[in-house]
């Protein structure tokens, strides 16, 4: 099994932009969190090689409780009664896991099984966690 934490607040994966001139470009904000996120797996892969064969993978975004709510709600919100209903979309979070092709795992066409979740918290923050699948069942 494979884990790590990537600090600060969670984003989703942008759609690629066209500039004026007709060329497409991925925005600047998902290429930075990527980088970061890929990273991150590569210090938690410690040199070993990419894992092969099906994988299963849990994502869990842990954004900030907004400064606007009443305390009530803050308390609520970080006990897990209130989850998160902003953005980014759990797709968009999930699709960012594209980075970590050719250093978690070979390539993401690898995850059989996934789960991305939302919560909030002190400590913003995106966990990442991929676990080998034997024979069909999880490991």
Same mark, same amino acid.
């Given at each position: ?26 925005? /600047? ?22 894992? %092969?064969?099906?994988? /299963?993978? %849990? ?53 059989? %099984?996934? +789960? ?12 990442? +966690? ?10």
């Amino acid at each position: 099994m494979i884990e790590f934490t990537l600090a600060g607040a969670p984003r989703g994966k942008e759609r690629v932009k066209t500039a004026a001139d007709g060329h497409a470009y991925t925005p /600047e904000r998902t290429v930075s969190f990527e980088g970061r996120l890929a990273y991150a797996a590569q210090l938690a892969m410690a040199g070993r090689p990419p894992l %092969d064969g099906p994988l /299963e993978l %849990d994502v869990k975004m842990y954004f900030a409780v907004p400064a606007s709510k009443p305390a009530r709600f803050r308390q609520d919100a970080l006990a897990g009664k209130i989850r998160p209903t902003v953005k980014p979309d759990w797709d968009n979070g999930g699709k960012l896991t594209d980075a970590l092709n050719l250093i978690v795992w070979i390539d993401d066409k690898q995850v059989v %099984d996934a +789960r991305v979740r939302k919560f909030y918290s002190d400590r913003p923050r995106t966990e990442i +966690r991929v676990t080998p699948v034997d024979n069909g069942v999880f490991a």
